[in-house]
């Protein structure tokens, strides 16, 4: 709950977040998480040629989304690497890969595979008017692409 407060504190007490600063925000969770997830590898890449300005709900939201991907993919996937690539070009892009067993993409909209976390995230990015989807590659894992729809 201190977790979720400061988060929320951090993005509202801006008037906007640039994408570096999500990423960088990312950079700090992922840290925080490595204690508890020792053999697991986490990064965040960056690919920023344009830094875009986000409303601070809007930044709230994506570092949330990410954020969810992540501990997602730390739960359910048996991973042994996850990956947040952080891209700004035209528009944003910020994708979540994992190594592990990969999503069931037919049974992603029923409870036992698309749970309240899914659910949230699906809320969070149609709030915002961004895309999201789930792609599950066919060597191993999963990707989370949550995107701007608008430039």
């Known amino acids: 709950m ?3 407060l400061s988060d929320t504190i951090w993005a509202l007490k801006k008037d906007e977040l640039l994408l570096t600063a999500i990423s960088d925000r ?4 992922l840290q925080r998480l490595q204690i ?3 053999s697991v590898k986490m990064e965040v890449l960056e690919s920023i040629a344009t830094d875009h300005l986000l409303p601070p709900s809007q930044a709230f939201h994506l570092f949330q989304v990410a954020k969810e991907s992540v501990i997602n ?3 359910h996937s048996g991973c042994s690497e996850v990956t947040v690539v952080v891209e700004g070009k035209q528009g944003w892009e910020i994708t979540v890969n994992d190594n592990g067993k990969g999503i069931d993409l037919e049974n992603l ?6 749970g309240n976390g899914i659910m949230n995230l699906r809320t969070r990015a149609a709030e915002c008017g961004w895309k999201i989807e789930w792609v599950k590659h066919v ?5 989370v692409i949550v995107s701007s ?3």
């Open 26 to 29: 990312l950079k700090i969770f």
């Open 109 to 114: 909209n029923t409870k036992s595979e698309g």
């Open 36 to 38: 508890s997830y020792p």
């Open 149 to 151: 729809t608008t430039n």
């Open 139 to 143: 060597s191993r894992g999963t990707s």
């Open 73 to 75: 993919s730390l739960k």
């Open 2 to 4: 201190v977790s979720q």
